[in-house]
C-alpha cells in the first residue's frame, strides 16, 4: 500500500486439510510490530495438548536473506495461552513480538471434521 495505511480490520482465511497438516502463508499488512496476543490468531487455533501440538505459527528472522530456512521460533496455542517450541509450557510467550511488515506460516493441524477454513480478522 503505498502512501497510506489500512485502518479497518482485515481479514483472511486460513485453511485446514482433512488428509495433513496444511500450510498458510500470510503476512502482517500493518507498520507496527505486534505482539502474539494482539495478533487475534489464538482464536482461530484448535489448542494444543500436553502430549500433541495442534496449531503452530512459524516464525521466521528476516534479518539475513535466505531460501527454504528454518523458522526462528514456533509458536502454539495450549492453555489459553501462546507456548514456544522448546521452551518451558508454563511460560506465556503471548508479548514475543511479530516485526512490521513481516511474513510467517500458520500450520494447520489436519482436521477430518468441521470447516475447511477460518477467517482470521485482523483489527488494528
Known sequence: VMGGVVTTPQS????????SAQ???V???YPVDTTLNQLGLAATFV????FARKDQLLVFDNT?????K????VYFVQ????RKAGQNTATDFGNDVIKAGSGFIVRKAVNASGPNAVDWVFSP
Open 27 to 29: 503476512a502482517l499488512s
Open 70 to 73: 528454518s523458522p526462528s521460533a
Open 12 to 19: 483472511t482465511p486460513i485453511n485446514f486439510y482433512p488428509a
Open 47 to 50: 489448542p494444543s495438548t500436553t
Open 64 to 68: 539475513t536473506p535466505a531460501v527454504n
Open 79 to 82: 492453555n489459553g495461552a501462546w
Open 23 to 25: 500450510d498458510n502463508f
